[in-house]
């Protein structure tokens, strides 16, 4: 099946730092979204994106699916961004997800 | 309501005991999610519905899960005669129709002793 990885698993920041996080995709796919699980285990929605590049305030992503990839951004990064950061890929009914990217920001 | 809510928010139960897990949808959605998450394993896929009916199954562990749809709204998925391997937290999700953007719930924590 489809191998969904990401990079790097562990991140650990100052406050008001910038951080790229890494989706890679074995194989093509329907659609792509980037969750953020806070430390309640909720998880929220941060982009829907299957190619291009969207912004919405401090983040941004692109996915190149041609290359099989997408990035998320994060700029100016704030305590509250703190948690697990997952992307998931669409393939026909179900959301694949990768191993996440588990962020710490300290002030 | 707004998003998609799940019940009870935690559950503990005895080995060998069944378990049944709520999931409301989000208004108007027409397909909903079931899935897994857990220390060994991961976020994975359980089943999904299109309307009332199942049409892939495949992520369903073993015969002792099972799930159903009613209305095309709720949903319950039920775990007979729990296993501990079972502990995890069950996510429900829901979208306005195939390959649409998925919304999560705040899922269920179940824990077999």
């Known amino acids: 099946g489809i191998q969904v990885e990401q990079s790097p698993p562990d991140l650990i920041l100052q406050e008001g730092a910038n951080s790229t996080l890494r989706c890679n995709f074995s194989?093509?796919?329907?659609?792509l979204q980037w969750f953020h699980q806070n430390p309640w285990g909720q998880l929220i929605n941060l982009f829907y994106i299957p190619s291009g590049t969207k912004q919405n305030g401090r983040l941004s992503a692109t996915t190149v699916a041609t290359e099989r990839y997408s990035l998320l951004y994060i700029s100016s990064s704030q305590t509250t961004d703190s948690g697990v950061y997952f992307c998931a890929v669409v393939r026909t009914d179900k959301l694949i997800f990768g191993t996440g990217t588990r962020l710490q920001v300290f002030p | 309501g707004a998003g998609v809510s799940q019940s009870p928010s935690n559950k503990v139960t005895e080995k060998g005991k069944d378990v049944e897990l709520r999931c409301d949808p989000i208004?108007?959605?027409?397909?909903l999610y079931w899935y897994r998450q857990s220390l060994g394993q991961g976020l994975e896929f359980l089943i999904y519905f299109q309307g009332n009916s199942a049409p892939d199954k495949s992520g369903l562990p073993s015969d002792r899960f099972s799930a159903e749809r009613t209305g095309g709204s709720v949903s319950t998925l039920t775990i007979q005669r729990t296993q501990q391997e079972d502990s995890a937290v069950y996510l429900c999700?829901?979208?306005?129709?195939?390959?649409?953007?998925?919304?999560f719930g705040p899922g269920t924590r179940l824990t077999v002793t």
């Open positions: 999700a829901s979208s306005s129709g195939l390959l649409k953007e998925q919304y």
């Open positions: 208004s108007g959605h027409t397909a």
């Open positions: 194989d093509s796919v329907n659609n």
